[in-house]
Structures are given as C-alpha cells and as structure tokens.
C-alpha cells in the first residue's frame, strides 16, 4: 500500500505479484493486497489527468505568447444580439533587400577581378568612346562578364580596354571564360 501512493508504478507491480502469492501458497492479506493495487491504480490515474491538464494549459500559455487575438464585438439594434469574433494574425517580418552591386571605377579595378559592364550609349565627352557602369561580379563565365587582365597608366592593350574620362588609367579586359 505504502508504493501504491509514494511510486504508483511500483505498487501495482508489487500488488499483482501479493496477489499471485496468496493465490498459490494461501496467505492471509488478499484484502490489503488488493487495496494497494487499487491505490496504485488510483494514484496512476491521478497522474495522467494531471500531465493531459499540465500539457493543455502550457499549450495555451506558448501559444498566446506568439499570435495576437483580436476580438471583434458587434451589436444588431433590432435583434438586440451580440457578435464574437476572433481573429488570430500572425505579423512575419520581411527579408531585407538584396544588396544592390557597387559601382567602381577604373581606378579602383585590379588586375584579376570580375567585372559586369553595362554600356550607355556614347560618351559625352569623346564620340568615339561608349559610356559604360560597371559593377563588381563573381567570375562567371556568362556574357557580360569581364576580367581585368591588366591596369596601367597608358594604353598597353592589344583588344578591348576600359579608361577613365581623363584617360589616365587604363584596364585591359577579355570577356571571362573560366
């Protein structure tokens, strides 16, 4: 009797294992047998109510500290009834934005990086020449996708170049092939 309240479990073990015992050799103790298994059983039951009703309020407590209820009251004069309705959002915040590729300028290219270039037409300042942007890239080997193969201060180029306004510096570039 004394398991069947302090650990249920082991009581109703023990409870069985009496009552096979008396069955077999005739003790005395069939009744306190059997109320020991009946304590146990009761105490396991009490246990599982608890841990459904211990599981069911902490299941609303999480809960309601992630979604916000509104509650709605409407009144209708002619039916004189009242409305409830709830309503459960959930606010999601946004992804940042991607970050927009930065600009550079000849001055800033090294030989060895990857550039995307973008043409604008001709140039303001010199017909012949086009007026590009150019971005910083991942070498990839894509259309529009260029490699510094040089920087120098005059034009060394022997095909396609890139120079500042002043013509000062100048990036020799070959589309990137891998």
Known sequence: MVFGVVFAPIGAVLGHLALSQIKKTGEKGR???LIGLTVSYLMIFVAIIALVV???LNKNDSSSSTTT???????TSTSKTTTKRSTTRTTV??????PQPQQVHVTDL????CI???????SPNNPDAKAVTMVRSACLAIPGI???DKVA???VCTDQFIADADQTIFACISPYRG
């Open 31 to 33: 009744e306190r047998a």
């Open 54 to 56: 211990f599981l069911v």
């Open 69 to 75: 209820t509104t509650t709605t009251t409407s009144k």
């Open 93 to 98: 915040p946004a992804p940042p934005p991607p």
């Open 110 to 113: 090294r030989a060895g990086d």
């Open 116 to 122: 995307q270039i973008e043409e604008h037409g001709a």
């Open 146 to 148: 260029y490699r510094v």
């Open 153 to 155: 201060p005059t034009n």
